[in-house]
């Protein structure tokens, strides 16, 4: 069975700090890993993925993820930290075999950015 | 950019009343799946569909929901006779047939409160 593991409840960084929102997953064979964003009485946003290939994955807003087969993670990154950051980010996997396509999410990290 | 849409956006039903959650895909897209999310818990899976069929299904998913696409566009969930324990956010999420690394784009959710 797959899962994903989010230690942070909440993460609390200035802005022009960088940020990192933690994330590390278990799954059978390799992963398809995905950040997502959701914002206050919004759906969820899809930030990035990584499937194959590079470690460090860039994607919308200045966000990036790194890869890291060793140790399970997929860290959620950004250099500088804006207030309009602030919302609930989830990592989700699936695994790269197999027919069934169903993301499994973590529990969520609140981010909140202060000037 | 193209949109999943939901509707409604919120919805109070009486327990053990019907209750059925539309959305609309992503005009290309051929998979669908429904999640929920139980207020200040993780995004769960519900159930995927692809090709009028269930692809698959989670344990939450029992004989009291259904889905269907009725008019090839429309994609909904039928509760049949709604519990206390239905109360959550309900999201739709679509993605193309290019394979399972493809990102599952998510509506904005329909609000659910059973009383």
């Known amino acids: 069975a797959q899962s994903v593991a989010q230690p942070e409840d909440q993460v609390n960084v200035a802005e022009g700090n960088p940020l990192t929102v933690k994330c590390t997953y278990s799954?059978?064979?390799?992963?398809?890993l995905f950040w997502y964003v959701q914002y206050p009485n919004r759906g969820l946003q899809f930030l990035l993925k990584y499937i194959t290939g590079d470690n460090l994955v860039k994607g919308s807003y200045g966000f990036e993820a790194e890869f890291n087969k060793s140790q399970t993670s997929f860290h959620l990154k950004k250099p500088s930290a804006l207030v309009s950051d602030s919302a609930l980010y989830f990592c989700a996997v699936r695994p790269n075999t197999g027919t069934a396509s169903k993301l499994t999410f973590g529990t969520g990290t609140r981010l909140q950015v202060t000037l | 950019e193209p949109e999943v849409t939901q509707t409604p956006s919120h919805q109070v039903t009486q327990m053990g009343q019907e209750v059925i959650l539309r959305c609309v895909p992503i005009?290309?897209?051929?998979?669908f799946y429904w999640y929920r999310q139980i207020l200040g818990q993780k995004v769960e899976f519900l159930v995927s569909f692809y090709n009028n069929e269930i692809s698959e299904k989670s344990e939450i998913f029992d004989d009291q929901f259904s889905v269907e696409r009725p008019d090839g566009s429309n994609f909904t969930l039928k509760i049949r006779s709604t519990k206390l324990e239905d109360s959550a956010m309900y999201f739709c999420a679509t993605r193309t047939s290019g394979g399972s690394q493809e990102t599952q784009y998510f509506g904005p959710g329909t609000r659910l409160l059973v009383l």
């Open positions: 005009s290309n897209h051929l998979y």
């Open positions: 799954v059978s064979g390799n992963p398809y």
